[in-house]
């Protein structure tokens, strides 16, 4: 357990529908990172957010969104969403932007879009 | 742009042999971290093990060992002594490291390689 969470595991939609997932970083840890995993792009780096402020941006699309709450845990806004959006999501958490700390992942929701 | 190539889709070891998984990467920085990433059939990702670009040794952890060869720009995993429990994807990472003690944050990931062991 990395102690990330995130919710839901799983969760089934339709095209053109709007869903928000969950991430829970661990405790003390100021840095999240959101990653796509689909089988045809593998591991992507979406956003990253630090203490609230978003740090980077990856290919994320702009029907994508995420911000990062005063508590630190973190939500990413898929809208509109299309087939090829279904992938594991995962997040991650570390303890500080600017240095080179391991990435902790949570176990990831699986979104599937029919 | 930084690029991540594992050139093996698949591969498979008998348990108890050794097994080499390859990883070559295109980047112009100089200050950078790689890292080979386990991904077991639960979709858990699990840090293996981290090299840091400027350190000329190379990184090892308990069976797991890797050969980082930074004019070549290849970092290649060796698990020794494989284990049914090693089963798994395995992804080889890149991270650019952004000034003293910096970094860029995101992890560059390759496609990744299937490993599995046998009994």
């Known amino acids: 357990d990395s102690g990330v969470t995130q919710t839901p595991k799983h969760l089934i939609t339709a095209t053109g529908q709007r869903v928000t997932l969950r991430c829970s970083p661990r405790?003390?840890?100021?840095?999240v990172y959101w990653y796509q995993q689909s089988l045809d792009q593998g591991l992507q780096f979406l956003i990253h957010?630090?203490?609230?402020?978003?740090?980077a941006k990856g290919n994320i699309l702009e029907r994508f969104s995420a911000q990062q709450f005063p508590d630190l845990h973190s939500e990413l806004n898929l809208s509109s969403l299309e087939l090829g959006d279904s992938a594991l999501y995962f997040c991650?958490?570390?303890?500080?932007?600017?240095?080179?700390?391991?990435?902790?992942f949570g176990p990831g929701t699986r979104l599937t879009v029919l | 742009a930084q690029t991540v190539t594992q050139s093996q889709p698949e591969m498979s070891v008998q348990e108890a042999e050794t097994v080499t998984l390859s990883c070559t990467y295109d980047?112009?920085?100089?200050?950078?971290?790689l890292f080979w990433y386990k991904q077991p059939p639960s979709r858990q990702m699990i840090l293996v093990i981290r090299q840091e670009a400027y350190k000329q040794q190379n990184a090892t952890e308990n069976r797991f060992s890797v050969n980082f060869q930074k004019a070549a720009k290849s970092f290649s995993l060796k698990i020794s002594d494989s284990q049914l429990g090693d089963t798994a994807m395995y992804f080889c990472a890149f991270m650019k490291r952004v000034g003293y003690g910096g970094s860029q944050g995101n992890l560059i990931f390759g496609k990744g390689t299937k490993l599995s062991v046998k009994p």
């Open positions: 980047t112009s920085e100089n200050n950078y971290y």
């Open positions: 991650a958490s570390s303890p500080l932007a600017g240095v080179d700390n391991e990435q902790f």
């Open positions: 957010y630090y203490n609230g402020e978003e740090r």
């Open positions: 405790s003390g840890d100021l840095s």
